[in-house]
C-alpha cells in the first residue's frame, strides 16, 4: 500500500463563507450532487504541515464509520491542493454555539441539555481511542433542530495503540484558555482528562457568558488562583453559577489531572441525570425529572436563551498553545486497512 496518496481535485461553487482562522477557513459550497457542504480549506504552513493535514482527516474519517455519532460532524470528501486541502463536511446551519452564548449565560435548561450532547460526543471519541483536545465553544456547532456538533479534529490523536493500550498524547496544543493545566506546561499528557477539563471549561462559559480565566497558571492569572484556593465567587460580570452547576464544575477543574472526574462521573452526578423543569437558575426543587440526554433544545430555544441572533458576540483573538513538530506514530497505525470512499 503507497504511504502516500493524493486526493483528487473537486468542482465546487462557492455561496458563502462561513468564517475564517488561523489555520484556513470555511464555505459554504455546492457540489455536483447539488448538496450544500461546509468546506474547510487547511493551509499548510509552518506550523499545519502535510501530515498534520493527513491526521486530522484519518481520524474523522474513522469517527465517521460504522455511521459515526450525532454529536459530531461528518467528513465526506478531500481534495488535495499545493498548498494544503479542501474537507467537505455536513454543513451545521446554526452555526458556532460560541456565537449564541448570551452575555450572561444561558439557562440552567439550555446548558443542560447542550452539555449532555457534549459529553455524549467526547464519550464516543473516547471509547473509539480519540482524544480532540481543542474543545471549546467556537468548535461546537448547533444544528437547525438543536443537536450539538464536535467539530475541528486538526488538533485530535489516538490515545490507544494497535494493541489497544492507552498512551499519552502531545502536550503543548489547543487553546491557551481552554487548555488544561498540564497540557499548558507538559510534552506529553493524558488525552482524556485533558478533554474533559475543556468541557467544565465550556459548561463555565455556557452558564455565566465568561470564560473563567485566561490561563490556568496560578502565576499568571488571579482568577484561576482563586478557584484553586477555593475563593472563587462570581465571575466578574457578576454572574454566580448555580449551586448544582458549581459542584459538578468544581469536580471537573481540578488541577491534578488523577483527581479530576471521569466522564463516568459527570454521567452519575445530580445535575447531569436529573432535567431542568423551569428555565430559571433556581432548580432546587423537586419538580425535576430524569433526563437519558436524547431530548435536545432547538436552535429557537437557543436563540430565546441567548436574546440575541448569531454572530452577536464579538470574538476574542485566539491564543494557541505552541506544539512542537511530532509524529503521531498511532496515527500510521491506523491507516493500516483504511480505505477511502
Given at each position: 500500500?503507497?504511504?502516500?496518496?493524493?486526493?483528487?481535485?473537486?468542482?465546487?461553487?462557492?455561496?458563502?463563507?462561513?468564517?475564517?482562522?488561523?489555520?484556513?477557513?470555511?464555505?459554504?459550497?455546492?457540489?455536483?450532487d447539488?448538496?450544500?457542504?461546509?468546506?474547510?480549506?487547511?493551509?499548510?504552513?509552518?506550523r499545519?504541515?502535510?501530515?498534520?493535514?493527513?491526521?486530522?482527516?484519518?481520524?474523522?474519517?474513522?469517527?465517521?464509520?460504522?455511521?459515526?455519532?450525532?454529536?459530531?460532524?461528518?467528513?465526506?470528501?478531500?481534495?488535495?491542493?499545493?498548498?494544503?486541502?479542501?474537507?467537505?463536511?455536513?454543513?451545521?446551519?446554526?452555526?458556532s454555539?460560541?456565537?449564541?452564548?448570551?452575555?450572561?449565560?444561558?439557562?440552567?435548561?439550555?446548558?443542560?441539555?447542550?452539555?449532555?450532547?457534549?459529553?455524549?460526543?467526547?464519550s464516543?471519541?473516547?471509547?473509539?481511542?480519540?482524544?480532540?483536545?481543542?474543545i471549546?465553544?467556537?468548535?461546537?456547532?448547533?444544528?437547525?433542530?438543536?443537536?450539538?456538533?464536535?467539530?475541528?479534529?486538526?488538533?485530535?490523536?489516538?490515545?490507544?495503540?494497535?494493541?489497544?493500550?492507552e498512551?499519552?498524547?502531545?502536550?503543548?496544543?489547543?487553546?491557551?484558555?481552554?487548555?488544561?493545566?498540564e497540557?499548558?506546561?507538559?510534552?506529553?499528557?493524558?488525552?482524556?482528562?485533558?478533554?474533559?477539563w475543556?468541557?467544565?471549561?465550556?459548561?463555565?462559559?455556557?452558564?455565566?457568558?465568561?470564560?473563567?480565566?485566561?490561563e490556568?497558571?496560578?502565576?499568571?492569572?488571579?482568577?484561576?488562583?482563586?478557584?484553586i484556593l477555593?475563593?472563587?465567587?462570581?465571575?466578574?460580570?457578576?454572574?454566580?453559577?448555580e449551586?448544582?452547576?458549581?459542584?459538578?464544575i468544581?469536580?471537573?477543574?481540578?488541577?491534578?489531572?488523577?483527581?479530576?472526574?471521569?466522564?463516568?462521573?459527570i454521567?452519575?452526578?445530580?445535575w447531569?441525570?436529573t432535567?431542568?423543569?423551569?428555565?430559571?437558575?433556581?432548580?432546587?426543587?423537586?419538580?425535576?425529572t430524569?433526563?437519558?440526554?436524547?431530548e435536545?433544545?432547538?436552535?429557537?430555544?437557543?436563540?430565546?436563551?441567548?436574546g440575541?441572533?448569531?454572530?452577536?458576540?464579538?470574538?476574542?483573538?485566539?491564543?494557541?498553545?505552541?506544539?512542537?513538530?511530532e509524529?503521531?506514530?498511532?496515527?500510521?497505525?491506523?491507516?493500516?486497512?483504511?480505505?477511502?470512499?
Amino acid at each position: 500500500m503507497p504511504s502516500f496518496v493524493t486526493y483528487p481535485k473537486i468542482n465546487y461553487t462557492v455561496i458563502k463563507k462561513l468564517g475564517e482562522g488561523s489555520y484556513g477557513d470555511v464555505s459554504l459550497v455546492t457540489l455536483s450532487d447539488n448538496q450544500m457542504y461546509a468546506m474547510k480549506r487547511v493551509k499548510r504552513t509552518e506550523r499545519v504541515w502535510y501530515k498534520d493535514i493527513n491526521t486530522e482527516y484519518t481520524i474523522q474519517r474513522y469517527l465517521t464509520e460504522d455511521g459515526g455519532h450525532p454529536n459530531l460532524t461528518t467528513i465526506h470528501k478531500r481534495s488535495d491542493l499545493r498548498d494544503g486541502a479542501l474537507f467537505f463536511m455536513d454543513y451545521v446551519e446554526g452555526g458556532s454555539l460560541y456565537d449564541w452564548i448570551p452575555e450572561h449565560g444561558f439557562s440552567v435548561r439550555t446548558c443542560h441539555r447542550l452539555f449532555q450532547q457534549l459529553i455524549s460526543g467526547l464519550s464516543y471519541m473516547h471509547e473509539n481511542g480519540v482524544v480532540h483536545m481543542d474543545i471549546k465553544p467556537e468548535n461546537l456547532l448547533v444544528s437547525s433542530g438543536g443537536t450539538l456538533k464536535i467539530a475541528d479534529f486538526g488538533s485530535a490523536s489516538f490515545f490507544r495503540d494497535e494493541c489497544d493500550d492507552e498512551e499519552m498524547v502531545k502536550g503543548h496544543k489547543g487553546t491557551r484558555s481552554y487548555a488544561a493545566p498540564e497540557v499548558l506546561t507538559e510534552d506529553r499528557v493524558e488525552g482524556p482528562p485533558a478533554d474533559i477539563w475543556s468541557s467544565g471549561i465550556v459548561l463555565f462559559f455556557m452558564a455565566t457568558g465568561n470564560q473563567p480565566w485566561t490561563e490556568a497558571n496560578r502565576l499568571k492569572d488571579e482568577e484561576y488562583e482563586k478557584w484553586i484556593l477555593a475563593k472563587w465567587k462570581k465571575c466578574q460580570n457578576g454572574v454566580e453559577l448555580e449551586p448544582r452547576i458549581y459542584d459538578l464544575i468544581r469536580r471537573i477543574l481540578r488541577a491534578d489531572f488523577t483527581e479530576r472526574a471521569k466522564l463516568e462521573d459527570i454521567k452519575c452526578h445530580e445535575w447531569f441525570i436529573t432535567f431542568p423543569e423551569e428555565d430559571s437558575d433556581d432548580s432546587d426543587d423537586d419538580t425535576d425529572t430524569e433526563s437519558d440526554g436524547t431530548e435536545c433544545s432547538t436552535v429557537e430555544d437557543v436563540k430565546e436563551s441567548s436574546g440575541q441572533n448569531s454572530k452577536g458576540r464579538k470574538r476574542e483573538n485566539e491564543d494557541y498553545v505552541e506544539e512542537e513538530e511530532e509524529e503521531d506514530s498511532n496515527v500510521k497505525k491506523r491507516k493500516v486497512g483504511k480505505s477511502d470512499d
